[in-house]
């Protein structure tokens, strides 16, 4: 297998040997010269202009061969070989590469261009005056000369080679000329001697690394010419202390200002579309920054590591947040993120540990995983309806959110609820119009709740275990309540219904044993309160459809509804007057306070699960019209010792007395035709 691998990886080193092999032998051929006069040597162009040209000594370089050329150098306009008069007309490619003695050069006017590495690692030459003939300055023209202190470049320059001055790391100050119209990549890097530089308003962009590591660039003047800073451009610039950033840039590459420690402020233009990656991570003196709406895309990282960034306006525009964009934003305090937003990267927010308040405004926008990861501050937070969340987009177990605002149109299906701790108030704001089953199911930590008038339908189990909701207003164009909409919100002191309210389903408010007002308003056609009786009465039918603890039965009314008083642990005692002609299903199921019934009256029909678990029921009297005893009537009613069963009953059917454990005595009429199964099983 070994060997099998090895002639697989022959063709790729042939080849990496052929490219090193050609890079090589085009720059050593490229310093072979053809003459020498006075101790300077030339290559030939043409038929009467030459460069000056490595002399070769025998030094050689992976891709050049370095120079000995010494002390002070002085380059003629003209030459004379062989009776032959040339002009000197450029530097040649690594003419004085390495001369490390080199101390001063005079280059007459004569040269137009330095070609690449021209002067590189002259590590001796400390000042060089360009002539306004030379229009290009080279790659690696200045490479690593590190003792060059200032250099005049003439208007006659049009271009900036890359890594034209890399590493002139005693270079202080330098001016550019307004007829240079780029700067190349590298071109300034590590130059950390650098203070000042004046960029002229030729300029079209500024390279890659062009300034990276330029630690002592204090400040700099980027003029409306330049449409692109280049990736990594002022990197490391940890003395740059703030920076204007024209109307006509368009982009901002990745890493530009990455690390630049002193960056306090920066203006961006609203001429900007895309912010790239890392930009501006660890800014740490950023306080504040403004977006401007031209923005569309705000890359990975970009703002990462901004410790003591307090401030940030995120425009309508941007479309897009990347990864860890504000991650480790300790300052941060709060966010508003904007309906144009479509994605927020992964960790995007992680770590922002000072946020308290968090604003999503966008129905569209996907929140990945860890989006706000140990963001454990936030106390308030609005979403749009519709908003994707990620299963950990935030710390759900860790947040105590405070105040939970949802925002958008249409039905709430509920997805938010996962915020909702303790101690929680939310606010729907108006365009919700329905709130769906089960939205708030369970959030016992939901203390308080606006809902707006726009909200025409709550749908069931809505608030169902809501124990800690402490008060509900009903918007006045509500029409429906749904099934067990309320259930068990035990907290809930006053009830209004407003007169829009068309349908009340079974059990809308069973287990709300804390009530102690109820009113529907007047003008509602389907139901009333009549006479101050602390229940919701059917109009039509006279029915009671919801009861409660401090209910008064009105005189009109001849029906207690299916589960009208389910599961009002606190009514302990009612007595039902003789105009009661029906008590419907389950109609007292798991009053567990109840102690006594009294009915005053002969009613016909008591139906199934009437009382079935009203633990704490001792007494009752059935009434002498009844001829069925209907299934589970009193299932479950352990507290009850004894019952008359009168002579009109006929029949008993199944689960009637099932588990009333406490029961020891009862009395069969002669009247009664059939028993039905497990009547008195469990009666122990």
């Known amino acids: 297998m070994r060997s099998k691998n090895i002639k697989m990886r022959f063709p790729y080193i042939k080849f990496l040997t052929i490219v090193i092999l050609l890079s090589y032998s085009n720059f050593v051929n490229a310093q072979v010269y053809d003459f020498e006069v006075d101790g300077i040597y030339y290559t030939i162009l043409s038929t009467n202009t030459c460069e000056v040209a490595n002399n070769n000594s025998g030094s050689t370089h992976l891709f050049y061969s370095a120079s000995s050329y010494s002390g002070t150098i002085d380059i003629p306009n003209k030459v004379t070989y062989n009776d032959k008069v040339y002009s000197v007309t450029s530097i040649g490619v690594y003419a004085f590469a390495s001369c490390t003695s080199l101390t001063s050069i005079t280059i007459p006017s004569s040269i137009t261009e330095f070609k690449s590495g021209a002067f590189y690692g002259c590590l001796g030459l400390t000042s060089i005056t360009i002539p306004n003939s030379v229009t290009s300055i080279g790659d690696y023209a200045f490479w690593g000369c590190s003792g060059l202190t200032s250099v005049t470049i003439p208007n006659s320059v049009t271009s900036i080679g890359n890594y034209a001055f890399q590493n002139c790391s005693s270079l202080a100050s330098i001016s550019i000329p307004n007829s240079v119209t780029s700067i190349g990549n590298y071109a300034f890097q590590g130059c950390s001697s650098l203070a000042s530089i004046t960029i002229p308003n030729s300029v079209t962009s500024i390279g890659d690394y062009a300034f990276q590591g330029c630690s002592c660039l204090a400040s700099i003047t980027i003029p409306n010419s330049v449409t692109s800073i280049g990736d990594y451009a002022f990197q490391n610039c940890s003395s740059l202390a703030s920076i204007s950033i024209p109307n006509s840039v368009t982009s901002i590459g990745n890493y530009a200002f990455q690390g630049c420690s002193s960056l306090a402020s920066i203006t961006i233009p609203n001429s900007l579309t895309n912010i790239g990656g890392y930009a501006f991570e660890n800014c740490i003196s950023l306080k504040s920054i403004t977006i401007p709406n031209s923005v569309t895309n705000i890359g990975d990282y970009v703002f990462s590591g901004c410790v003591n960034l307090a401030n940030i306006t995120i425009p309508n525009s941007v479309e897009k947040i990347g990864r860890s964009t504000f991650q480790n934003c300790s300052s941060l305090i709060s966010i508003s993120v904007p309906q144009s937003v479509e994605k927020i990267g992964s960790n995007a927010f992680s770590n922002c540990s000072g946020l308290t308040s968090v604003s999503i405004l966008s129905h569209k926008a996907k ?258 019209n009844i001829e069925i005893l209907y299934g589970g009537l009193f299932n479950d009613c352990t507290s009850l010792t004894s019952i008359t069963i009168p002579h009109s009953v006929k029949d008993i059917t199944d689960d009637v007395f099932k588990r009333c454990s406490s029961l020891n005595s009862i009395t069969i009429p002669n009247s009664v035709e059939g028993i039905g199964s497990y009547v008195f099983s469990g009666c122990i």
Request: charged share 20%; hydrophobic share 35%.
């Open 367 to 624: 929140i990945n995983e860890n989006a706000f990861n140990e963001c454990t501050n936030i106390k308030t937070i609005k979403l749009t309806n519709g908003l994707e969340l990620a299963d950990n987009s935030f710390d759900y177990e860790k947040l105590r959110i405070t105040k939970l605002t949802i925002t958008g149109t249409g039905k709430y299906s509920g997805s938010f609820s996962k915020f909702i701790k303790e101690n929680c108030s939310v606010i729907l704001e108006d365009g919700i119009t329905e709130i769906d089953r089960c939205a708030f199911k369970d959030c016992t930590g939901l203390t308080s709740i606006y809902i707006p008038e726009s909200v025409t339908n709550i749908e069931y189990e809505s608030f169902y275990g809501c124990n800690n909701l402490n008060s509900i207003d009903f918007p006045s164009k509500v029409t429906n309540i749904g099934w067990y909409a309320f259930y068990n919100c035990s907290s809930i002191k006053k009830l209004i219904i407003p007169n829009s309210v068309k349908s009340i389903e079974t059990s809308a408010f069973a287990g709300c044993s804390g009530v102690d007002y109820i009113k529907v308003e007047d003008g509602n056609t389907v139901y009333d309160s009549r006479e101050n009786c602390n229940a919701i009465i059917e109009t039509a039918s006279n029915t009671i459809v919801c009861g409660f603890k401090n209910t008064s039965i009105p005189n009109s009314v001849t029906t207690i509804g299916e589960a009208a008083f389910e599961y009002c642990s606190s009514l302990t005692s009612i007595t039902i007057p003789n105009n009661i002609k029906e008590i419907k299903s389950c109609a007292f199921r798991l009053c567990t306070g109840l102690t006594s019934v009294h009915i005053i009256n002969d009613m016909t029909d008591i139906s199934e699960g009437a009382f079935l678990g009203c633990t704490s029921l001792k007494s009752i009297n059935i009434p002498n």
